[in-house]
DNA sequence: ATTTATCTTGCAAATTCTTCCAAAATCTTC
DNA sequence: GAAGATTTTGGAAGAATTTGCAAGATAAAT
């Protein structure tokens, strides 16, 4: 194994555990762990990572759209405006499956007057609703992924088979003309199962997603009826979208800024 | 586990109960108390949580009754003894089922260091582990039952009759020598299945429970391998319980409040 | 006012980081 | 190909940081 291919391990590593001890790096890569501290050097000047002590850690992990915090503060006003406007394609008493990720979770937010029903395997957005009385909400089962709080596994995927449901309402990781992509392979059967199980499909996107390329593609734009983003999204490419026939609503600019927790 | 990993543990667990000791934190991470106490300084400063006197608690409290209705019930420190008792009774990678139920809650919290393989219906339970990584953890599926947080219906029963497990550890709201009854009607299907897939069965039930009678008969005490309760419950009736093979475990009386004699 | 629990501060032990050096691997030149 | 130069690697010693403990200070409880 070349240098290079090396240092390209470890930050696709980092990626995937967003902090790893030296010890952990070097058995990672078999290498030792003196040759993994020059390489962290190097791969924190180039900026793709940071060192702390003991080892390292990814330099955005909030740019995770499935990350388990659910009130994280990155891009927090623009999901909140797109969570705002996505609520508004729903209507009362529709059956929406809400797929796990912090800009869906938003959408969640403003869903409990339409009074829907709504399937997830995600718990943070089961912890929402856990105590409206509201809404009915039906929990696919499954393993706890604990990073992301999302359930996973085949009994999750086999839940979305056996459903139906009016409206399912996605997250991706990024978004092409040429489709879809999504970067955890684990969600990707599950989000399959979501596309095959609803009649229409809203995917929800910050403008970070656009133009961006995961590793695992999730589907085509046919398959898609409407996107949500925000105002920032590139217009080149949301006229690209509307020419293949794909729907794109963009959340108007929040007026204020999010709340920053003041003490 | 480097420094970096520990604060963010320290974050996610705290947004999952909203407040935690220093005890409790220092456990959960794996370090002692001054270091928590550290993080816990350059956490508040990097503004992602508050000190309190005894412990940490989340800026942005989003009352998540869930994690918490199990903190502030009644017999708190009944329950927290019949939980580290009954926890002892589990061996290492065992798989557990745990029921809902805030005196099995309280097992769970004791549970982590076991790294048993965990299959619950139980939405806080499901929050407790949902940033642990030792501990691997199934959620069934299911509606969700808001005021307890509870999954249940045909596919939570359909789920745990799939299920094989070493222990079902099982909450009720009430014993006599008659047999183990429970009050949530919608609950006894779901907790007979948990009976089925389990070999051995354990009944948390705090002092409370001895001599009532819930409207639904649960089962007989031939299916019950051990019954873990306090110190205060009835001596007749845990006499006439082991006269008829059950074990059961009286957990010792918390430490803490005993009104010292100060004159 | 006393008692208890918790917090801060200072310090020694342990861990980790940097810097340097020799061995191994790779590249250059013939 | 082979010999020498260059780069890379793994390890070791000292510097820096972090951790855990204990004693005094502070805050809560009774």
Tied chains: 1, 2.
Excluded: W
């Amino acid at each position: 194994m070349t240098a290079e291919e090396r240092k390209h391990r470890i930050e696709a590593y980092l990626q995937g555990v967003e902090f790893a001890s030296l010890e952990e790096l070097s058995q990672h890569v078999g290498v030792s762990t003196s040759t993994v501290r020059r390489d962290l050097t190097v791969l924190e000047a180039a900026g793709s990572l940071r060192r702390t002590h003991g080892g390292a850690r990814v330099l955005t992990p909030k740019s995770d759209e499935f990350a388990f915090s659910a009130r994280d503060s990155h891009q927090f006003s623009e999901k909140e405006a797109i969570g705002r406007a996505c609520a508004e394609l729903i209507g009362s008493n529709q059956s929406v499956i809400l797929d796990a990720g912090t800009t869906v979770y938003h959408v969640a937010r403003h869903l409990e007057e339409k009074a829907p029903q709504i399937v997830t395997n995600s718990l943070p957005v089961a912890n929402l609703f856990a105590s409206a009385n509201k809404v009915e909400v039906i929990l696919a089962g499954g393993v706890i992924y604990p990073r992301l709080g999302v359930l996973v596994g085949p009994m999750t995927v086999e839940a979305f088979l056996k459903m139906r449901a009016d409206v399912a309402i996605m997250s991706a990781g990024g978004i092409t003309l040429e489709g879809i992509t999504n970067s955890h392979a684990l969600l990707i059967d599950i989000q399959r199962a979501m596309l095959k199980a609803a009649q229409k499909i809203v995917f929800c996107l910050d403008h970070s997603k656009f133009g961006r390329q995961s590793v695992s593609p999730l589907c085509g734009l046919d398959m898609v009826d409407a996107i949500v983003t925000d105002s920032l999204a590139p217009a080149e490419l949301v006229a690209g979208l509307r020419e293949r026939g794909v729907e794109v609503i963009l959340a108007p600019a929040p007026v204020n800024p999010a709340p920053v927790a003041a003490h």
